[in-house]
């Protein structure tokens, strides 16, 4: 099993830029989140999605977009990039959602914006 | 929602106990408290989670007071393999509320074993 793959590893965007981040997960997991982490500080919810075909969002979701249309697989949109959204982006998926249960998590996209 | 305050850092040696600490005074009745690692470049590594009480598996236990207002990290014998951040995370999340729904990660524990 791969577990949780994030592509790309690195991203570097000009602001206004668009791109699309792609997680993926073999574990059959009903839930996947979209995580931030910026230098020094822990990881903050963008959006989650609790099934194929929805989406809810997070601690921080303004300036992102999500999608959910297969199982597997977790799309993250920046649709104009600004330089705030300079960060690490981690994906996770969990069996059951996740306030109790174990995230997995993947290895990070490394996007800066100039 | 429930913040989460950890010391900025730890030392240890190899073979002691290192004990981490997690205060979450405004903990709801519904959050459990899970404890992450996390090591450089790489994303964080579920360890331990628990609601009340003790909890104790092959890596860690976790210990959480009657009034669940903090939570304490065990790791036993540690090794330079253990040097590492380390995460507190309280919360539950609400299936489609309509937004704000958080997980909230606390700052971490920087964790440093030495020889």
């Known amino acids: 099993n791969a577990g949780v793959t994030q592509t790309p590893k690195f991203r570097v965007l000009k602001t206004g830029q668009s791109m699309t981040l792609l997680c993926a997960q073999d574990m059959n997991h009903e839930y996947m989140y979209w995580y931030r982490q910026d230098p020094g500080m822990g990881l903050r919810l963008i959006h989650y999605s609790v099934g194929e075909g929805t989406t809810a969002k997070g601690e921080v979701p303004d300036g992102y977009n999500v999608s959910r249309l297969k199982k597997q697989n977790f799309l993250l949109g920046l649709e104009s990039a600004a330089p705030s959204q300079t960060s690490v982006y981690f994906c996770?998926?969990?069996?059951?959602?996740?306030?109790?249960?174990?995230?997995?998590f993947g290895p990070g996209t490394r996007l800066t914006v100039t | 929602l429930a913040k989460t305050t950890q010391p900025i850092s730890m030392d240890s040696y190899e073979g002691q106990e290192v004990n981490i600490t997690c205060s979450h005074n405004n903990i709801a009745t519904n959050d459990y408290i899970t404890w992450y690692q996390q090591f450089p470049s790489q994303g964080p590594r579920f360890i331990i989670q628990?609601?009340?009480t003790k909890v104790t598996n092959e890596v860690a236990s976790l210990f959480i007071p009657a009034d669940r207002k903090s939570s304490t990290l065990s790791l036993p014998r540690v090794s330079l393999s253990d040097t590492a951040v380390y995460y507190c995370?309280?919360?539950?999340?609400?299936?489609?509320?309509?937004?704000?729904?958080?997980?909230?990660f606390g700052t971490g524990t920087q964790l440093k074993v030495e020889l």
């Open positions: 628990g609601y009340k």
């Open positions: 995370l309280v919360g539950d999340l609400m299936i489609l509320t309509g937004g704000g729904n958080k997980l909230t």
């Open positions: 996770a998926s969990s069996y059951h959602l996740a306030g109790g249960y174990e995230q997995y």
